[in-house]
């Protein structure tokens, strides 16, 4: 299949491609293809295992994070609309792929149809490098910080394995139960199988099961998807699509009842493919593998665990019809409003910064700035005391020892908060 389907692509600039299939109950490797073979310019390359951009695979867990966290639920709009955000490399204005804007959406409708800044907008209520702390937990080995990606990371810009992500699923797949793969028999009782399967409860059951339930939803997916899409297959999937900046890889991972399957297309060069999104490259071999291997007995869709409600639900200004839809018990409304656009935090300094003073430097050039996502209606405090000048984004003289730096409304309420370190001496020309 994969074969077939890149040679199909070859004049769009495709070469490689890998496949993994891992049994859901066991994690025992079903099938494990690391190169497209005679196509490849790099045949000895084993693509599972190879690091690329994950592009939009990781919305599913960012959703995941902040359904758990309760900062949204499934019918929550999120405005789809162009952004702005303050970092300290400057701004940073998200585009969706198909530079359109659909205003309010709900999270469902966001996560179904890949939508990029719903998922940036998320990216902001849950912290990058929360979200971070959150792939690490599910086995991604990144190798720098949620603060270096900064909310690139809601769409992908950190490079993961094949495997990784694939495994990634699967925990969704277990209702948030993570587990090491294998690659021998884990089934029966012989003395060749392998030990016990230890299990991390990484993701809540109950936000596992409402983001399965989105990437299974065919209806939601309609806005970038059509109607009939590769993607809709004759029994129970959970799937998503993923293609990293200026096409130079295509993802597409999703799980049955039974098994979860992880597909990757693009060139070992790094080159672009033409015109070649996930739905195109990846998407036509992940739908082939799955339905071969549902061909005698048909996926399930799993039952709703203790803790979740379905509940009627309205949307203003009929932005979407209205329909049933999973909550967190408690978090149910029966009608939904636009959320936030974007709550206020501090983008510099991060959290845990150890900033080392220089005795020969004026104290003039060693000032840190201080910067928020917001420049207006916003204050600043430094270990409970006002900064002057305290609006907008201030610099501030720092003096050695910890320092608690906190982000304030017009009426003092808290928004954000983080500690920092100063490490050495008064400067010797302020001394002087």
């Known amino acids: 299949s994969l074969k077939r389907h890149v040679a199909e692509l070859a004049g769009q600039n495709v070469e490689d491609g890998a496949v993994l299939v891992l049994d859901n109950a066991t994690g025992e490797v079903l099938a494990w ?24 695979t990781l919305k599913p867990f960012l959703y995941a994070q902040a359904l758990a966290e309760k900062k949204l639920t499934a019918a929550s709009l999120i405005d789809d609309s162009p952004v702005n955000l ?3 490399a400057g701004l940073y204005m998200p585009q969706n792929y198909d530079r359109q804007f659909a205003g309010p959406v709900s999270v469902r409708m966001a ?24 792939l690490k937990s599910l086995g991604f080995t990144l190798r720098e910080s949620g603060d270096y990606f900064g909310y690139s990371i809601a769409l992908g810009s950190a490079e993961v394995s094949l495997l990784e992500l694939t495994n990634a699923y699967r ?3 277990n209702a948030g139960q993570w587990s090491e793969i294998s690659l021998f028999k884990r089934s029966g009782t012989s003395k060749t199988s392998g030990p016990a399967i230890k299990k991390v409860p990484v993701l809540t059951s109950q936000a596992a099961f409402i ?14 998807f059509g109607l009939d899409s590769v993607l809709n297959t004759r029994s129970w999937t959970a799937v998503k699509t993923g293609t990293s900046k200026d096409m130079r890889d295509n993802w597409c991972i999703g799980y049955s009842d039974r098994y979860t399957v992880g597909v990757w297309v693009g060139n070992a060069s790094g080159e672009a493919m033409w015109d070649v999104s996930g739905v195109h ?32 639900i309205t949307f203003s200004n009929a932005r979407e019809a209205a329909r049933q839809e999973w909550f967190l018990e408690g978090t149910q409304r029966s009608h939904i409003s636009l959320a936030p656009a974007v709550r206020a935090a501090i983008v510099a300094p991060v959290e845990g910064t150890v900033i080392a ?19 207006r209606g916003v204050f600043w405090r430094i270990d409970n005391q006002p900064v002057k000048t305290a609006q907008g984004n201030p610099a501030w003289m720092p003096q050695p020892g910890k320092h608690l730096i906190t982000l304030h409304d017009a009426s003092g309420a808290e ?16 001394a002087k």
């Open 33 to 56: 293809v690391g190169s497209t073979g005679t196509l490849s310019g790099a045949a000895q390359v084993d693509f599972v295992t190879a690091r690329r951009q994950a592009g939009s």
């Open 86 to 88: 303050s970092t300290a």
């Open 111 to 134: 996560l179904a149809s890949s939508m990029n800044i719903p998922a940036v907008r998320t990216a902001v209520m849950v912290s990058p490098e929360r979200f971070f702390q959150q």
């Open 171 to 173: 925990t969704l797949a």
């Open 211 to 224: 983001v399965s339930d989105i990437l299974a939803d065919p209806t939601a997916r309609v806005h970038t």
């Open 281 to 312: 490259g990846a998407a036509p071999v992940w739908s082939e593998v799955m339905t071969a291997l549902h061909a005698r007995k048909a996926s399930q869709a799993p039952q709703a665990p203790p803790g979740v409600v379905h509940a009627s």
């Open 357 to 375: 003073l220089d005795p020969d430097i004026p104290p003039s050039r060693q000032r840190v700035k201080l910067i928020s996502n917001q420049r």
């Open 415 to 430: 928004l954000d908060r983080v500690g920092i370190e100063v490490r050495g001496a008064v400067s010797r020309l302020a």
